[in-house]
């Protein structure tokens, strides 16, 4: 049950001041003191004093003070593939599926995409260079835009290898370019090197 | 003093006849040297009246419009023989009524007598009174007597400088001050006068012919000269100076200068002074051809006194002005209907005759014999002149043929197709046959092609005419166009004034004083300019025609240059087209493809991502080294396979930019030698691992190019030659040539080899010779785009069974 409600937990976005005593395994007096001191940052309820506490900020406090962030993080990564194929799509959840820390959602196209790294906040997007509405590089830059995806790992996929448009998207954000057909095994070995796992 | 002469040769050009002679053929003798300055200024002044009276034709009508209004203002004949012509045109007069007309007039009586008694009537010397002369003669003589006596009276008025001296009278040519014998014309007029009335009275059977008729319109034939002389004494000198010296018609001159001839000038006066129509008409038209001649009553009249005139010109007695004499006396008295085979008897008994007509109108009193040995000299001095004129003539036509023989010789000796420099030559040759050795040079516009420089060619010659030296100058700004060069005085003139610097560019420092310039000319100006120091020169007239073949010679291996010049560069533009039209069509090509290509890499990219990414699941899933998981990691290695090729064939239809960097060859090197061994490690196909040995020969240099290409080239090149199963490896030689600015590396194998059909595909896309086409073919064909982006080049040299050898050639600057 308390593995359960962990594992609620590790989703979760926002904190009560409870859960981060719970996950940081230390005191909600503590918690409290962290919180009204300001060395961890968060926001009150509207109209009451309950405190609360975003997931990024929590995670930082716990990197900050060497808290391990296992129970966080420990869960399974979201990885979201954005592919106009559907082959494709089916092939990359086959071979991320070996592995069972990951957890993937597919997109179809740039909008989808746009959408599910909103919902989904995954830690690592496969992204085909050319997709039918919006260019890989567009969507890099997009979510380079936007601080609460600044964790988010990149990986370009394409059939078509042009060193001046890898550089490219290498500028603009992507933190890998791996070119169709690929090496399963390979592919998956990049990936938790991305993830740190 | 020759140099004195030929300037006015020049000047004087209009009249054709004034040029040529002097300066060049024999002058006549008998006038001497004293004479010479006299009769060059004469002529000068002529050249000058000559150019006025030329200058527009408005101004010479009213020139000619003033000399007849000072013709009708001429004194009118005195009354008594206004008197007597109408009296004797009257056939109701009596003798009475003309005797005493001219009984009025004792000196007029005195002279009528001694007419009488020297006439051929006047056989008896009794006729001592006016009445019996006019019974013995009858009216008609009495009255050409009168007129006779009265109209040379009023003619010979004393001259007011007093020049007509004794002594240069009779001589039957103007005097030195130019001025008109009188006495010499007086007794031509008489001789022509009894002459035409010998003829009339030879036929007596013709009624339109009276001999006393004949007698008047002789003598007064000529009067019109006396008319001009008159008004215009200074022109009718020079008149007869230029009939002179040119042996020629008188009345040709008259129109000349003055603008009309003896002819009408007499016509104006006769009428003025109402002279019978029939004289009028003798004095109008006897000079003109008998056949041209109205149809008039008395044709034969005219036609008499033009044949008495002939005949008295021909006897060379007295002087006229005419010196033409064309015609045969015989022939023209058959065309007149007379009987020619008295005409000899009739000269006989002119002299004679003219002996005592002269006495009695008081022009001379010479004696037959004398007057005969007069005539017959004058004929000599005639003949003299005539000679000379004929000297003149030969001299001008023998430099005339010998221009003639240059111009051929000129022709001949030309090639179609020469260029400038092999015609100015001929011209500086043909110059030295022609004018005489001695200096020459000939100065023409350079390449015209080039339009920025004005440069000219300046080639000089031997005196032989042997090319000396011959360069391009810059002519100072200064300097005017060759092509407008105009020199009016082509022959002399001198080129201190025009080109004074061009000594600087002309060997052996000639005296610039002593070379004149001789314009070339062409259809459209100056083609080039004959640099001499002849003194002396033919005339202007008979070099023209030479140095406008020069000219033209030079002109059109100008313009021959100029075209096999645009030819060339057509050709070569062609050439430049036909390659840039191959390249684009192969751009094209390649562009297509390239653009297939890459539609192809995304396309079939993904199919193929899923087939080997599925065959890589699959294999994890079977048995480990079992068949179906070697089934499928081949499915996977030749998906990747099939990738590699479109990925190459986009690489080969729009190849990468090339980045430059300063770049160790040898390092470079070391890099294509592992490039291969991953290459043959990771396709086994080199896998019998032939040996690599390589070659320095000499300091390898540091080259600004792109090592990730070249080094791929070269490893294309040496994975070749692994592959043609060399019996013993495969060499890699590496030569920098320092003047070639090249950079050679020959990939050496005695391998298989290839043959004509192999080699001259070795360097298309996909071609390969290898059974079952294990790799793509698209080595070399990369190979030598990457090498061909650094502006380097592959060749290919191989024989079956013995091996080949590829030399890659990159220029060491190959940006420059």
């Known amino acids: 049950m308390a593995t359960n409600q962990m594992g609620d937990l590790t989703s979760k976005m926002i904190f009560t001041t409870g859960e981060a005593a719970d996950l940081c395994k230390i005191s909600q007096q503590t918690i409290i003191r962290c919180f009204d001191s300001g060395r961890l940052r968060g926001f009150r309820v509207p109209g009451s004093r309950f405190r609360r506490i975003p997931r990024e900020e929590l995670i930082r406090f716990m990197k900050e003070n060497s808290i391990p962030t296992d129970l966080l993080e420990g869960g399974k990564r979201r990885i979201l593939i954005v592919d106009d194929d559907e082959q494709i799509l089916e092939l990359f959840q086959d071979v991320l599926a070996q592995d069972e820390r990951f957890e993937v959602k597919t997109a179809q196209t740039g909008y989808d995409a746009g959408l599910l790294t909103e919902q989904f906040r995954p830690d690592l997007m496969i992204l085909d260079y050319m997709l039918p509405d919006v260019n890989g590089n567009v969507v890099c830059r997009t979510v380079r835009q936007n601080p609460a995806m600044a964790g988010m790992k990149i990986i370009i996929v394409s059939g078509v290898v042009n060193q001046d448009e890898i550089d490219e998207l290498l500028r603009a954000g992507a933190d890998d370019f791996v070119k169709k057909p690929f090496n399963t095994e390979k592919l998956l070995s990049r990936v938790t090197e991305l993830l740190a796992l | ?816």
């Open chain 2, 1 to 816: 003093m020759t140099q004195v002469h030929a300037l006015p040769e020049h000047a004087g050009t209009p009249a054709p006849h004034s040029g040529g002679g002097v300066g060049v053929g024999g002058r006549p003798s008998r006038r001497g040297t004293r004479a010479a300055p006299a009769a060059t200024l004469t002529r000068r002044r002529t050249a000058e009246a000559l150019a006025q009276m030329s200058g527009n034709d408005a101004s010479q009508a009213r020139h000619i419009e003033l000399i007849l209004r000072q013709i009708d203002s001429l004194p009118t004949l005195p009354v008594v023989a206004t008197r007597l012509l109408s009296l004797t045109a009257s056939d109701e007069s009596s003798a009475r009524d003309i005797m005493e007309v001219v009984s009025a007039d004792q000196a007029l009586t005195a002279k009528i007598l001694a007419l009488c008694k020297q006439s051929d009537r006047g056989v008896r010397t009794d006729v001592m009174s006016v009445d019996k002369a006019v019974v013995l003669l009858g009216f008609n003589a009495i009255r050409n007597a009168v007129l006779s006596v009265q109209v040379v009276g009023m003619f010979d008025r004393p001259e007011p400088d007093g020049a007509n001296k004794p002594g240069a009278s009779g001589t039957g040519k103007p005097n030195d001050a130019g001025h008109f014998d009188r006495t010499a014309f007086w007794r031509h007029s008489l001789a022509v006068a009894i002459t035409a009335e010998f003829i009339a009275a030879a036929h007596p059977g013709s009624a339109d012919l009276p001999p006393s008729e004949a007698f008047v319109c002789g003598l007064l034939h000529d009067i019109g000269k006396l008319a001009i002389d008159y008004v215009l004494p200074k022109s009718f000198s020079r008149i007869l100076e230029l009939a002179d010296l040119n042996q020629g018609n008188i009345s040709e001159f008259e129109r000349r200068i003055v603008g009309i001839d003896h002819h009408t000038a007499g016509k104006r006066l006769a009428e003025q002074w109402g002279l019978p129509h029939r004289l009028q008409d003798c004095i109008w038209l006897h000079g003109s051809n008998y056949e041209t001649l109205p149809r008039l009553d008395h044709r034969r009249m005219v036609g008499v006194v033009g044949l008495a005139d002939l005949m008295v010109r021909r006897a060379h007695i007295g002087f006229s002005g005419n010196h033409v004499l064309k015609q045969d006396p015989q022939e023209l008295a058959r065309k007149i209907g007379l009987d020619a085979s008295r005409l000899d008897s009739i000269g006989q008994r002119v002299h004679e005759e003219l002996e005592r007509r002269s006495k009695a109108l008081g022009l001379d009193d010479k004696a037959s014999r004398d007057l005969f040995i007069q005539s017959i000299q004058q004929a000599n001095q005639a003949l003299g002149r005539l000679n000379a004129a004929l000297d003149r003539r030969g001299a001008m036509a023998s430099r005339q043929a010998q221009i003639l023989e240059a111009v051929t010789a000129f022709h001949s000796g030309a090639t179609p197709g020469s260029g400038v420099p092999d015609v100015v030559n001929s011209v500086a040759v043909s110059a030295a046959g022609v004018l005489g050795g001695g200096f020459y040079a000939v100065v023409c516009p350079g390449d015209k092609s080039d339009e920025r420089t004005r440069a000219w060619l300046i080639s000089q010659f031997s005196d032989q005419g042997k090319p000396m030296r011959s360069h391009l100058i810059e002519p100072p700004p200064e300097a005017p166009d060759i092509m407008s060069v105009d020199l009016h005085q082509p022959a002399a003139m001198n080129l201190m004034g025009i080109l004074p610097w061009i000594s600087d560019h002309l060997e052996g420092a000639p005296d610039l004083r002593s070379i004149k310039m001789l314009p070339l000319s062409c259809g459209w100006g100056t083609a080039a300019i004959l640099l001499h120091d002849r003194p002396m020169l033919p005339p202007w007239q008979m070099l023209a025609p030479l140095a406008a073949t020069w000219g033209s010679a030079i002109a059109a291996a100008a313009q021959h240059d100029g075209a096999r010049r645009l030819g060339e560069d057509l050709a070569e533009s062609n050439r430049a087209l036909a390659e840039a039209q191959d390249r684009l069509l192969r751009n094209e090509s390649l562009t297509r493809l390239g653009e297939m290509a890459a539609g192809a890499a995304h396309e079939m990219n993904n199919p193929l991502a899923v087939i080997s990414g599925r065959a890589q699941l699959l294999a994890g899933t079977l048995p480990v080294n079992s068949r179906e998981q070697k089934a499928a990691q081949t499915v996977c290695e030749q998906a990747h396979r099939l990738s590699d090729l479109i990925t190459s064939l986009r690489l080969y239809a729009d190849p990468p930019k090339a980045v430059r960097q300063q770049t160790d060859m040898g390092i470079l090197l070391d890099e294509a030698l592992k490039r291969v061994a991953r290459e043959v490690r990771e396709t086994r196909d080199g896998g019998k691992g032939a040996p690599v040995d390589l070659k320095i020969k000499s300091k390898l240099p540091v080259v600004r190019l792109d090592p990730d290409q070249i080094s791929q080239a070269i490893a294309e090149l040496i994975l070749n030659a692994v592959q043609a199963q060399p019996k013993t490896g495969v060499q890699v030689i590496v030569q920098a040539d320092k003047t070639a600015k090249q950079l050679t590396i020959q990939v050496v194998d005695d391998g298989v080899g290839m043959d004509g059909h192999t080699l001259a595909h070795a360097m298309d896309p996909f071609f390969s010779s290898k059974p079952a086409g294990r790799r793509i073919g698209m080595g070399l064909p990369r190979a030598q785009q990457l090498v061909s982006t650094h502006s380097g080049w592959i060749q290919l040299r191989s024989a079956p069974g013995v091996g080949t050898t590829a030399t890659l050639t990159l220029p060491l600057d190959p940006e420059a």
